[in-house]
């Protein structure tokens, strides 16, 4: 049974940092990539960062130099580092693991960042 569990949302002051985690099971950890995806009252759901399977990385340009994607390909967690949070930031955090050549994917439940003061 494939799962993705989020951790680590919350509310926080702007210019904080938070760091959330996903925690994968049910499928080969190594051969997906992993990605982070975030979805605003009343926007599209936006891609933020990805691990490639490979261990490259890729984000968001309203993201880069703020948030830092890892993953760890023997405990099959992928974590985003958030610093320098802003109002805008705020959203709904959703884990997704695609797979790098079949292409198919699954996704977590979500974990709620809020940034305010």
């Known amino acids: 049974q494939v799962q993705l569990v989020e951790s680590g949302g919350g509310l926080v002051q702007p210019g904080g940092s938070l760091r959330l985690s996903c925690a994968a099971s049910g499928f080969t950890f190594s051969r997906y990539h992993m990605k982070w995806y975030r979805q605003a009252p009343g926007k599209e759901r936006e891609l933020v960062a990805v691990n490639f399977a490979s261990g490259t990385t890729n984000y968001a340009d309203s993201v880069k130099g703020r948030f830092t994607i890892s993953r760890d390909n023997a405990k099959n967690t992928v974590d985003l580092q958030m610093n320098s949070l802003k109002p805008e930031d705020t959203a709904k955090y959703f884990c997704?693991?695609?797979?790098?050549?079949?292409?198919?994917?699954?996704w977590g439940q979500g974990t709620q960042v809020t940034v305010s003061s």
């Open positions: 997704n693991a695609a797979h790098a050549f079949l292409g198919n994917d699954y």
